[in-house]
């Protein structure tokens, strides 16, 4: 059942943004070259990406959804 986004889902919601762009930040690695890459993200598009996914779960006009895990 999808619920809204509370703010204890925010280590999880990060986990799977990072899972999920991980193998496309691999292909732009590959396809660019380290050094290209490395330069546009600071060598580490993981802490990048986080902020980004943080900055939009506090934004209190972007309502949020989820689909909790399963576990859970």
């Given at each position: 059942?999808?619920r809204?986004y509370?703010?204890t889902?925010?280590?999880?919601v990060?986990?799977?943004?990072l899972?999920a762009?991980?193998p ?6 590959e396809?660019?070259g ?8 600071d060598d ?8 980004d996914?943080e900055?939009?779960?506090?934004d209190e ?12």
């Amino acid at each position: 059942m999808v619920r809204p986004y509370h703010g204890t889902d925010e280590p999880d919601v990060v986990h799977l943004s990072l899972r999920a762009w991980a193998p496309v930040h691999a292909a732009m690695r590959e396809v660019m070259g380290a050094e290209i890459f490395e330069r546009l993200y600071d060598d580490d598009w993981r802490r990048q990406q986080q902020r980004d996914v943080e900055k939009v779960l506090a934004d209190e006009e972007t309502e949020v959804w989820i689909l909790p895990r399963r576990d859970h």
